[in-house]
Structure formats: C-alpha cells, structure tokens
C-alpha cells in the first residue's frame, strides 16, 4: 500500500494544482499501476482547493472508472476536506470535465 502525506508536499492549505499533478503521475498512478491499493493522507491539512483535488483525482476517475475508488483511501480528513473531495468526486461520476 502506498501511503501519501499530503501535507509534506502540499503544506496546510493544499491550493497548488501543480503539486496535485505531480503526485497524481508521479506517486498515484505508478502506484495504481503496480498493484497497489492508495491513501492519500490528509492528517494536518486544514483546507484544499476544489482545483487542487481536481488535478489529484479527476484524470483517475477518467482514465480508470469509478470503481477506482475502491482502491484509494482519503485519510484524516477534517470536515471541509472531506466536503471538497465529494464535491469533485460526485461532479466527475455525473461525467464533468
């Protein structure tokens, strides 16, 4: 299982789409890939962008299926992260962009 502190790419305010892009094809998919299941860990971050979760998660949700959600887990999430990753993540399954 591949484990990704968010945090100590993103720091506290994860905004930076850049950095989501970067841990998506450099961390998430090879992880994906090779078999291994997911957790994106959010312990200490106190809020993300819709965009940054956008460039973490959408292009998976494109590329794979919903049904790669069952191979990622979103750790230590407050409440207003968690809020965040459901709005993207229903937004993609209605087919957005």
């Known amino acids: 299982m591949k484990r990704i502190h968010i ?11 850049d950095i989501a892009r970067d841990l998506r094809l450099k961390e998430i ?8 299941d997911v ?4 312990e200490r971050v106190e ?4 965009s940054f ?3 973490l998660i959408s292009d998976l949700l494109r590329k794979y299926g919903n049904d ?4 990622i887990e979103f750790k230590s ?7 965040i990753i459901t709005i993207v993540v ?8």
């Open 7 to 17: 945090r100590t790419h993103a720091g506290v305010f994860a905004e930076n789409k």
């Open 29 to 36: 998919i090879p992880a994906l890939e090779g078999g291994e």
């Open 39 to 42: 957790v994106l860990d959010f």
């Open 53 to 55: 979760i956008h460039a």
């Open 90 to 97: 229903d937004y993609m399954q209605e087919g957005g962009d």
């Open 47 to 50: 809020a993300v962008t819709q």
């Open 77 to 83: 999430c407050n409440e207003t992260v968690r809020k």
């Open 68 to 71: 790669i959600l069952d191979r």
